[in-house]
């Protein structure tokens, strides 16, 4: 079946890198996506990587996508305290042409 | 361009009534998605419309549920008889012609049901 799995915390210092890893189980995934969501607000796509990618960069942001090991993530460089929010990986199944699979998020917190 | 707008952003209700949700997508968008968010967790999907047919459902939409899109604009999502459990974030999206795999969300509508 389709399952999105993530880490629920994540805390680093400002300034630093943070890493946030994803794991999925669906082989046939064609799109997979970083989303952030900041208290009380809708979801924003951050970046997304077509499965035939194995990394991504958008400034600050680099992707980075095993498709052997279905490991995906999401690398935040100088890390502010702006980026305090929850990050959400998820993944688009090919044969549906909507459906997006989404994990439980994972909370990043900054530190001082 | 607005964004994806919800209305309202916020309901209160009592168990047994009925809500009604209103989605109005970014202008030119043909496709239109109805997520859930419950606390701690990602959306779940729950149905789309490509203009205003609604061409995919989710197990989740129990017959409590229904969600029009009847001009391809906005779209509405009625639950009747509400229940405790259906206590979440609605949240809908977009998406532009041509760009399915871009889905842009709105600030959703947090139902509370007593």
């Known amino acids: 079946g389709e399952d999105v799995e993530q880490s629920l915390f994540l805390s680093v210092r400002e300034g630093d890198s943070s890493v946030i890893n994803c794991t999925y189980t669906?082989?046939?995934?064609?799109?997979l996506y970083w989303y952030k969501q900041e208290p009380g607000a809708g979801l924003q796509l951050l970046t997304y990587?077509?499965?035939?990618?194995d990394m991504k960069q958008d400034q600050r942001l680099t992707v980075l996508l095993n498709k052997k090991d279905k490991h995906l993530s999401l690398r935040i460089a100088d890390t502010q305290t702006g980026d305090s929010a929850i990050y959400f990986c998820?993944?688009?199944?090919?044969?549906?042409?909507?459906?997006?699979?989404f994990g439980s998020g994972t909370r990043l917190s900054i530190r001082p | 361009d607005t964004g994806v707008s919800q209305n309202p952003r916020h309901k209160i209700t009592k168990r047994g009534q009925n809500v009604t949700f209103r989605c109005d997508p970014i202008?030119?968008?043909?496709?239109l998605y109805w997520y859930r968010q419950t606390l701690g967790q990602g959306p779940e999907f729950l149905t789309y419309?490509?203009?205003?047919?609604?061409?995919?459902k989710s197990r989740l939409l129990s017959d409590r549920f229904s969600a029009e899109r009847p001009k391809g604009s906005f779209s509405t999502l009625e639950i009747q008889r509400t229940e405790q459990g259906d206590s979440a974030m609605y949240l809908c999206?977009?998406?532009?012609?041509?760009?399915?795999?871009?889905?842009?969300f709105g600030p959703g509508t947090r139902l509370l049901v007593l």
């Open positions: 999206a977009s998406s532009p012609v041509g760009k399915t795999e871009t889905q842009y």
């Open positions: 669906d082989s046939s995934s064609t799109y």
């Open positions: 990587i077509f499965s035939n990618m």
């Open positions: 998820a993944e688009k199944v090919r044969g549906s042409a909507s459906k997006i699979i």
């Open positions: 202008s030119e968008h043909n496709r």
């Open positions: 419309f490509q203009n205003e047919a609604q061409l995919e």
